[in-house]
């Protein structure tokens, strides 16, 4: 893949079998192609219904073979020049393939077909002789020279998988069989998810060599785990070394979307980098408001979604059914490929300059507890089982919203890199909530600290183990200067008395919503030890209840680097409640331990920033998010004569923008470039040359 072209895929959902007979190819090419897309995920099987074994390609291990589609499709990109990347469904099996091979489908502990939420159908198991058949089936598709393949799963339905060749896979590997009952011991459930992940890594690896022995430059990417738990056995980093790229579904908006944070496809973005390795990573943005999945989003949401995609270094996946190709909103779609792929130099093969990271563990989501978002296979969770733990996904949005509408630029790592050590790049590496943390883990952040690295941890961080089972003894008391953890206690309607200090600047109330879990600490000797909480409230009308000796805050030196403690979930709170005071103290936090990088109106938290680089140049992504309320966003607030200043440590040779096409007068004072922006729509992107640096050697 090509680091300088940002690939703008196109994936159109072809009609049923019968209308595909008669389907234009050499039409639908063209359309994408004045689209401005470059690439395209075809579809030469019938999937409708789930994988019928329908063939529209030469295939010898097809139920049906049909008109020769991809021979079509190949001869039509190959005279625009455009990548042609071939769909492949490996996680649900039509109605009509079901009887034909029942020892492919995924069976539940009683040994029944476990049905897939789309109405009709199974989930294929990769342990399955279906993975032979893959196999072949990728192999042929392979060999007519196509660009790639996309799979879209594979993935275990959380019932199982309990048919004939996982049970003896699994008994094979660890000597006893596995019961649903069993499951609720983490020690079995690990070993059960860790099984299912290294069946997946191992499917994709085969299926790949299986492409490889035909089509060596084909590449190969699967439909990977956006953030959430992966309960479903998909591990991006285990898959990773068998992929070419990392695709999620970051952009996928369902339901009523002012629950969904509308940054979601930048985080996907980020957690895609901090996996990939260096390899490409796509956002795949759906142009429908799901389930409607006819329906189309208006304008200012597919603007959105891919300005966040693009602003974060991610190449965009967009899917409709064929049928919406013609719709009006597809002239935005057309506009938004004409400035990205006008821009692509800018665009693609970029890297962050972020100094603060933020933490989503996998292991956490796992094996803590977690709040699940639905997606298309796999179910949403909005009950939480258990009451004295917070929940590992509010608290990472929390966080995200603080930073990102406090205008901060951060990555966002996971807990492997987390595991892997050498965190110096980082100024501030923030853990929201992340109980479930290894010894590897504590060891890493423990150094980090020590070599200089700041911290702010909230609630039970590190109280759990790496396979979610609670500690005695928290691992890092001496990090966060901790004498002693009593427990953890849940207030329903309580209040924290405000102090002074420069962590609470700009908040004038003088108690503020205690956060519904806290846990109780003793601080250590020489610990900064700020508010307290009081004794628990017996009535939301009694009289304040006295302070208690447990703080609300802890602040601690430890080596070089300072570790921030809030004891309670402060993080889930503000994603629940949004009391700005919550916000503000988080805020604060951050700004105390780590320097900004960009300067802009405080008051416009819906202008979202990122900041990247590529050689001499530097790229501020603009993505506007305001308008009057409610999602969908119909449209955005144009803001006009925004200023802004980039702390860039060298003096720009220029600066202009992408979308609106202007160069901009600009000044620099003390490493800060600033500049006034004209206007913003939902997206500008301003690039920022240096002069060259060889300059400076003659
Ligand atoms: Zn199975």
Same mark, same amino acid.
């Given at each position: ?14 009609? $049923?079998?019968?209308?595909? *007979?008669? !389907? ?28 019928? $074994? ?19 499709? &190949?001869?039509?990109?190959? &005279? ?26 995924? /069976?539940?502990?009683?040994? *029944? ?22 196999? *072949? ?11 790639? +393949?996309?799979?879209?799963? =594979? ?14 896979? !699994?008994?094979?590997?660890? $000597? ?21 992940? *290294? ?28 953030? #959430? ?11 990773? =070394? ?15 979307? /002012? ?18 390795? #260096? ?140 595991? /892997? ?60 200067? +901790?004498? @002693? %953890? ?18 609470? @600047? ?18 250590? =000797? #020489? ?6 909480? &009081? @004794? ?10 006295? @302070?208690?000796?447990?703080? !609300? ?7 070089? $680097? ?13 994603? %629940?409640?949004? !009391? ?76 202009? %923008? ?41």
């Amino acid at each position: 893949m090509n680091p300088d072209r940002l690939l703008l895929i196109a994936d159109l959902i072809p009609p $049923g079998p019968e209308a595909l *007979e008669r !389907f234009d190819v050499g039409a639908q090419v063209e359309a994408i192609t004045r689209l401005g897309f470059n690439a395209q995920h075809i579809e030469v099987t019938d999937v409708t219904v789930g994988e019928a $074994g329908i063939a529209f390609f030469k295939s010898e291990h097809a139920r049906l073979n049909r008109r020769d589609l991809l021979k079509e499709y &190949r001869k039509h990109h190959g &005279r625009r020049g455009s990548w042609d990347i071939v769909y492949f469904n490996v996680h649900w099996l039509s109605g009509e393939l079901m009887p034909l091979h029942p020892e492919w489908l995924q /069976r539940d502990g009683g040994g *029944e077909i476990i049905p897939i939420p789309y109405g009709s159908g199974g989930y294929s198991c990769v342990n399955s002789p279906f993975r032979d058949w893959a196999k *072949e089936m990728i192999r042929e598709i392979g060999a007519y020279g196509v660009k790639g +393949i996309f799979l879209d799963g =594979p993935v275990f339905s959380p019932k199982g998988c309990y048919c004939d060749a996982c049970r003896a896979g !699994f008994e094979g590997q660890h $000597g006893f069989q596995y019961t649903p009952e069993q499951m609720k011991d983490p020690l079995v459930f690990h070993k059960v998810l860790t099984f299912k992940q *290294e069946s997946i890594a191992r499917f994709v690896r085969d299926v790949r060599a299986s492409l490889k022995s035909v089509n060596p430059d084909a590449v190969l990417y699967m439909n990977g785990l956006p953030l #959430g738990p992966g309960t479903c056995g998909r591990d991006n980093r285990l898959a990773e =070394p068998w992929q070419d790229a990392l695709l999620a579904e970051g952009g996928f908006l369902a339901g009523d979307l /002012r629950s969904l944070p509308v940054w979601k496809p930048a985080a996907t973005a980020k957690w895609l980098e901090t996996q990939s390795e #260096g390899k490409p990573t796509i956002v795949a943005v759906a142009g429908r408001h799901g389930p409607w999945n006819r329906y189309l989003l208006p304008a200012a949401e597919t603007w959105i979604a891919c300005a966040f995609s693009v602003a974060n270094g991610a190449h965009i996946w967009y899917g409709i059914y064929d049928a919406n190709r013609d719709d009006p909103r597809m002239d935005t779609v057309r506009e938004i490929n004409r400035l990205l792929s006008a821009h692509s130099d800018c665009l693609a093969g970029t890297a962050p300059v972020a100094r603060v990271a933020l933490v989503w563990s996998l292991k956490n989501a796992n094996f803590y507890q977690t709040t699940a978002e639905q997606l298309d296979f796999v179910e949403g969770k909005t009950d939480l089982e258990h009451r004295m733990k917070s929940d590992a996904r509010r608290a990472f949005n929390g966080w995200f919203e603080v930073l990102s509408r406090s205008h901060r630029l951060f990555d966002v790592i996971d807990d492997r890199f987390l595991e /892997r050590g050498g965190l110096s790049r980082y100024e501030l590496i923030i853990l929201p909530n992340v109980a479930c943390m290894g010894e590897e883990e504590c060891r890493s952040i423990r150094d980090y600290v020590a070599g200089g690295g700041h911290v702010i941890a909230t609630y039970d961080t590190a109280l759990w183990d790496a396979w979610g089972r609670p500690r005695e003894t928290h691992p890092l008391k001496d990090v966060f200067g +901790i004498a @002693e %953890t009593k427990g953890v206690e849940h207030l329903r309607c309580d209040h924290v008395a405000l102090e002074p200090a420069p962590l609470t @600047e700009g908040i004038d109330q003088p108690l503020i919503p205690a956060p519904h879990l806290h846990v109780k600490v003793i601080p250590g =000797p #020489g610990t900064w030890a700020h508010m307290r909480f &009081r @004794e628990k409230q017996p009535s939301s009308y009694c009289d304040l209840p006295p @302070e208690t000796d447990h703080p !609300f805050l802890l602040r601690n030196r430890f080596g070089k $680097g300072t570790a921030l403690l809030f004891t309670g979930n402060l993080d889930a709170m503000y994603d %629940t409640y949004r !009391f700005p005071e919550h916000g503000r103290l988080m805020q604060n936090a951050v700004d105390g331990l780590s320097r900004r990088d960009i300067r802009l109106d405080e008051g416009l938290t819906s202008l979202f920033v990122n900041v990247r680089e590529k050689g001499n140049r530097r790229i501020l992504h603009l993505v506007n998010c305001t308008h009057d309320g409610g999602r969908p966003i119909d449209r955005v607030k144009v803001l006009r004569e925004v200023e802004i200043a980039v702390h860039t440590g060298r003096s720009p040779q220029s600066i202009r %923008t992408l979308r609106g096409e202007r160069d901009l007068s600009f000044s620099f004072a003390k490493g800060w470039a600033s500049f006034k922006v004209p206007e913003v729509r939902e997206y500008e992107a301003v690039v920022i040359d240096f002069p060259d640096r060889e300059d400076s050697h003659h």
